[in-house]
C-alpha cells in the first residue's frame, strides 16, 4: 500500500464533498468534523442536519479556538455567541458575518464574500504557494459561489433555502428581513470557524518561511 496515494485520495474526496458543502453554505473549521459522507451529502436537509449536529457539540471549542486566535474581536465574538445560544438569531447572524469577513481580511487582505477577479486571483496567489496539500484542500473552498456572496436582489426562498445572504442581511433590505433563522446562525458560525482556520493558519506558515 502506497500511503502518499491512499493520502491523496483521500484528500480528493474531501475536496470534492466540501465543494458540495460550500454550495449551501457549510463550511470546515479547526473544531468541526472535517469527513464528510455521501450519506451526508445525500440532500440539503441531511446536511444542514449533520453540520448542525457536529456544531453544537462542539460550540464552545468553536468559540473559544476562535477568541483565542483573534483575541482583539474577543468582545464581538464573544457577543455573538451569547446571542446564538440565547437563540437571539438576528442578532448573532450580522456579527457572524462581519467578523468572518475582518478575519479574512486581517489574512489574505480580501473581503471573503467579493466575487471581484481580484480576490480570486488573490485566494488563488495563496493557493499557488503550495503551503500544504490539505491547506490547499479547505482554502480552495473560499472560492466556492454561494449565496453567501451573490447579490442581494437574490431573495426568491430557492436562493435562501441555500444560505444567508450577506448583502442583504447587512444593509438591510427588505427581501432578506427573514434571515434570523437558526440554520443560518449555525452556518454563520461554521464560516466564522472557517475563516479562523484559513487566517490562522496561513498567517502561522507564513511566519515560519
Known sequence: MNIDNVFQKSLIKLDS????AAKFGWYPGADILVNLSERTLSTP??????????????????????????????????????????GRYIASIPLFLSQ????????????????????DK???AVLNQELDDAFNVFMSKSLVSNELGERSSRSEEEHKSKGPNRNGILHGEAGHLDYGTSENSFKAISLVAYASFMASTYLERINET
Request: glycine share 4%; charged share 40%; net charge positive.
Open 17 to 20: 464533498r466540501w465543494a458540495k
Open 45 to 86: 436537509e441531511a446536511l444542514s442536519v449533520g453540520m448542525i449536529s457536529r456544531i453544537e457539540r462542539k460550540l464552545k471549542d468553536i468559540e473559544v479556538t476562535v477568541v483565542k486566535d483573534f483575541p482583539h474581536r474577543k468582545q464581538i465574538l464573544t457577543e455573538a455567541f451569547r446571542l446564538h445560544k440565547e
Open 100 to 119: 468572518a469577513e475582518g478575519v479574512f481580511q486581517e489574512a489574505f487582505k480580501k473581503s471573503f464574500y467579493s466575487r471581484r477577479q481580484g480576490r
Open 122 to 124: 488573490k485566494i488563488q
